[in-house]
T-cell receptor, first 116, second 113 residues
Framework: SAVISQKPSRDICQRGTSLTIQCQVD?????MFWYRQQPGQSLTLIAT?????????ESGFVIDKFPISRPNLTFSTLTVSNMSPEDSSIYLC?????????????FGPGTRLTVL | QKEVEQNSGPLSVPEGAIASLNCTYS??????FFWYRQYSGKSPELIMS????GDKEDGRFTAQLNKASQYVSLLIRDSQPSDSATYLC?????????????FGSGTRLQVQP
């Protein structure tokens, strides 16, 4: 499976500021996904990012709040804008691929965000 | 109705026993089914994938799928304390072109030494 890294691994931010999370993959992948995991909850998909096209956002998530870039096949960023304490979560990127299946997803280590 | 449902637990089993984790899903068109393990403070780690009815075994893990009953389960044989984690069931929704995962809320497993 692909090796996925995320930066930063954690951050503490002030209300009203923005944070950009980076996701780097060691191989070229077509589809990348961004998920949010709120404290004590399961994972919720924010958006799907394909290289060369606009990200597709899930219901309840909007581009102004969570702008995403996908400049090439190995990299993506998610920005959490105008943060509030409700944005405190773990943000995870994932990619498809691996032996035997193209729809198996593998996750990066996550970014733990705390908003004060 | 939630799309993917799991009992939140905790499910407590003694070391060496079989742990049985269950999951139901609502979309009859779902085609791909996954079990992930998540340790506290870590990201989800893939354990098993299953695509067709029946059983699939990998070491101490067996995934079972019954599409007619919209049911998928994970059996862990010879449970070890290191298996203590939250187990997440995930399915791909059948919408054309949408391959994102829908997760259940997870079942917390505790293996007692």
């Amino acid at each position: 499976s692909a090796v996925i890294s995320q930066k930063p691994s954690r951050d503490i931010c002030q209300r009203g500021t923005s944070l950009t999370i980076q996701c780097q993959v060691d191989s070229q992948v077509t589809m990348m996904f961004w998920y949010r995991q709120q404290p004590g909850q399961s994972l919720t998909l924010i958006a799907t990012a394909n290289q060369g096209s606009e990200a597709t956002y899930e219901s309840g998530f909007v581009i102004d709040k969570f702008p995403i870039s996908r400049p090439n096949l190995t990299f993506s960023t998610l920005t959490v804008s105008n943060m509030s304490p409700e944005d405190s979560s773990i943000y995870l990127c994932s990619v498809e691929g691996g032996e035997g299946s193209t729809d198996t997803q593998y996750f990066g280590p996550g970014t733990r965000l705390t908003v004060l | 109705q939630k799309e993917v449902e799991q009992n939140s637990g905790p499910l407590s089993v003694p070391e060496g026993a079989i742990a049985s984790l269950n999951c139901t899903y609502s979309d009859r068109g779902s085609q791909s089914f996954f079990w992930y393990r998540q340790y506290s403070g870590k990201s989800p780690e893939l354990i098993m994938s299953i695509y067709s009815n029946g059983d699939k075994e990998d070491g101490r893990f067996t995934a079972q799928l019954n599409k007619a009953s919209q049911y998928v389960s994970l059996l862990i044989r010879d449970s070890q304390p290191s298996d203590s984690a939250t187990y997440l069931c995930a399915v791909t929704v059948s919408d054309t072109g949408r391959r994102a995962l829908t997760f259940g809320s997870g079942t917390r497993l505790q293996v007692q030494p």
